[in-house]
């Protein structure tokens, strides 16, 4: 609650400055710039892939593990560092790292027809984060506000961590993958004056994982401000 309520006010910080500032023109703005981004994350993961992970585990123990009721948080907090250049008043490349956020799973059922048969818990925690790498093209909607769209690369470490208690007994695994995947997005900035820029973004990471830790698609919204030298 603490972070949100802080990425909130960031967030109405930097947008309010946009609104008092002096514009500049979006297209005159080249060069190196360093920024970053806070916002939320969703994603697309399908938990049945560890249900399947621990049932599998009973199976091979003889026994059959049938779920009845789970939960999951699909939705996290997000963010993003970045540095690029524009070349020109339309074409750019940026770095960044990008933060996805946590995706938690919980999961109870029972354990049949195991000799000292019972109820089952488990947990799952899905992180992944890593660098990008995109092409750039801006197009001007107005002296002072573009549209960003970006294509490229994220090659995520995609980490899936897991716990199961049986009748008091806890067993924990960690899974980990690093994987490219495609990258697109679209964006819109305002240019003050002095080098500033402040952004809203829409990323879009399609096909994260892999088959050891599990495939999904991830959308990120955020906000963020850079600054061009």
Same mark, same amino acid.
């Given at each position: 609650m603490i972070r949100t309520c802080t990425q909130f *006010?960031?967030?109405?910080?930097?947008?309010?400055? @946009?609104?008092?500032?002096?514009? !500049?023109?979006?297209?005159?703005?080249?060069g190196l710039y360093l920024g970053g981004n806070i916002g939320w994350s969703q994603s697309t993961y399908n938990t049945g892939f560890v249900n399947t992970l621990f049932q599998s585990q009973a199976t091979s123990a003889g026994d059959t593990l049938s779920f009845t009721s789970s939960s999951v948080r699909r939705t996290?907090? @997000?963010?993003? %560092?970045?540095? +690029?250049?524009?070349?020109?008043?339309?074409?750019?490349i940026d770095a960044s790292y990008i933060h996805l956020g946590d995706l938690t799973y919980h999961a109870s059922g029972t354990l049949a027809p195991s000799a000292v048969g019972g109820t089952v818990a488990t947990a799952a925690t899905l992180n992944s984060e890593g660098p990008a790498l995109a092409l750039l093209w801006r197009l001007p909607l107005t002296d002072a506000l573009a549209l960003t769209l970006r294509a490229g690369d994220? /090659?995520?470490?995609?980490? *899936?961590?897991?716990?199961?208690?049986?009748?008091? %007994?806890?067993? @924990? $695994?960690?899974?980990?993958?690093?994987?490219?995947? *495609?990258? *697109?997005?679209?964006?819109?900035? /305002?240019?003050? !004056?002095?080098?500033?820029?402040?952004?809203?973004? /829409?990323?879009? %990471?399609? $096909?994260?994982?892999?088959?050891?830790?599990?495939?999904?698609?991830? +959308?990120?919204?955020?906000?963020?401000?850079?600054?061009?030298?």
């Open positions: *006010l960031i967030a109405t910080l930097v947008l309010g400055a @946009a609104l008092f500032a002096t514009r !500049a023109r979006a297209d005159a703005v080249e996290g907090s @997000a963010w993003s %560092i970045d540095a +690029g250049y524009w070349f020109g008043p339309s074409l750019g994220y /090659y995520g470490h995609t980490s *899936l961590a897991s716990d199961l208690v049986f009748n008091s %007994i806890a067993r @924990a $695994q960690t899974q980990s993958s690093n994987a490219s995947s *495609l990258l *697109l997005g679209a964006g819109v900035g /305002y240019t003050l !004056a002095s080098h500033w820029s402040v952004r809203v973004d /829409y990323l879009r %990471i399609i $096909q994260a994982g892999d088959s050891h830790v599990g495939r999904f698609d991830a +959308g990120l919204a955020t906000v963020g401000a850079s600054y061009t030298f």
